[in-house]
């Protein structure tokens, strides 16, 4: 036997993770027919949108290593995917977006979230990747994936949030630039399941619910109805999932909570209920997720050396209540108490997720004490906090 390092592709059999693996196995005859079925579900949003949604759970007794669940992919000039992994060195969260020929630079990643990594990957394409294993997740836990794109130029940028059902928190975990314009998420939106090491043997579960996506004109479209298939190209003879041919299934399932999408590959015991390829459907009667909208708990405005000196900057700062819908933008004013409205110092707006802070510069003249800020945030669904007034610190 030998070790051979393969470096296994994120677009080969349902673009698996880029990563160097070292198989035991002879030289001759790489593929053991030995994977789990790859399979997907395509959901029915057939158009562009601005915002992506999903809701994933991997059950406890369907967790196997070496599996990606991913749960948001779709096509275009930036096509991407965003999911969960079991992976050697932990629980890990995927971000990733393809090289295109119309990019007229290449992707980068203008915000890193703690704990988040990116690289450069190729092999069947290239792009840029992110990962995350410090956040980690859990299994018979509901997580909810977020991705948003926006315009800044000619550019298109993304981020890519998560919340826990667990603790309930937002985390922003990466914003990528990509240097074309209007690059948008094209549909259906798709989720797939995959085995990236041949351990058919051991069945891999995942669950699906509350998928969404926002038109341009700002309108909600629930994911409805989904087309659940397996890549029948591997369950061939010779082809990498050929042992395990029949042990596959998908469609829905409910719990307490109501019903959901499930996929299974894998596992001698799996069979199938449903057809390769078959349409499953989930009623859906809300017209705009229900994620409760962006709260600013505190402010705090000062100078940012603590000192009433000349040639002052005045810093605007402050946090947000993770368990609402996290920041996509603000706006800040800084005025004095007599001139109010009217008299604003300085008034700025921006779309940057990740700032919590703001310097101002202010003139030699002003009096500190009299100064009053008003801070305004927008979440990723565009609802507005209420105006905070935030007065100087001594």
């Not at 038109?215 to 629930?222: E, K, L, V």
Request: proline share 4%.
């Amino acid at each position: 036997m030998n070790l051979i390092p393969v470096m296994l592709c994120p677009k080969k059999a349902g673009k698996r993770l880029l990563a160097l693996v070292f198989l035991a196995c002879p030289l001759t005859g790489l593929a053991d027919e030995n994977a789990a079925p790859s399979s997907h579900l395509v959901f029915d949003d057939n158009f562009d949108g601005h915002i992506i949604i999903n809701e994933v759970r991997v059950p406890k007794d369907g967790e196997a290593k070496y599996t990606y669940y991913e749960t948001l992919g779709w096509r275009g000039r930036a096509a991407g995917y965003a999911g969960l992994q079991a992976h050697p060195r932990g629980h890990n969260y995927i971000f990733s977006i393809w090289d295109h020929k119309s990019h007229a630079a290449p992707i980068k990643a203008v915000y890193h979230g703690a704990g988040t990594i990116t690289e450069k990957f190729g092999g069947e394409g290239t792009g840029l990747k992110s990962w995350n294993f410090e956040l980690g997740w859990k299994t018979d836990t509901w997580y909810t994936l977020a991705l948003r794109y926006w315009p800044v130029g000619d550019h298109s940028f993304y981020g890519y949030w998560v919340r826990s059902g667990g603790t309930g928190q937002w985390t922003h975990l990466v914003t990528m630039d990509v240097a074309a314009k209007e690059a948008f998420f094209q549909g259906g939106t798709d989720a797939f399941i995959e085995d990236w090491l041949e351990t058919g043997v051991q069945p891999r579960t995942v669950h699906y619910r509350g998928g969404w996506k926002r038109r341009a004109s700002g309108d909600w479209f629930a994911f409805g109805r989904g087309r659940y298939s397996v890549n029948f190209w591997d369950l061939e003879k010779g082809k990498r999932s050929f042992n395990f041919r029949t042990n596959w299934n998908g469609g829905v399932s409910r719990d307490k909570a109501g019903a959901f999408y499930f996929m299974t590959a894998g596992g001698r015991n799996t069979t199938p209920t449903a057809k390769n390829p078959s349409w499953h459907e989930i009623k859906r009667s809300s017209v705009k997720p229900d994620y409760a909208p962006i709260r600013v708990r505190s402010a705090g405005l000062r100078l940012v050396d603590g000192k009433l000196s000349t040639g002052r900057m005045l810093k605007v700062h402050w946090e947000n209540d993770l368990s609402t819908l996290p920041q996509f933008g603000f706006t800040v004013t800084v005025s004095d108490r007599i001139s109010g409205k009217e008299g604003y110092l300085a008034s700025l707006t921006r779309v940057e997720p990740h700032t919590r802070e703001v310097l101002i510069p202010l003139p030699a003249n002003v009096d500190l004490k009299q100064l009053v800020a008003r801070l305004q945030c927008r979440d990723i669904m565009d609802n507005q906090s209420s105006v905070l007034t935030v007065n100087f610190e001594e």
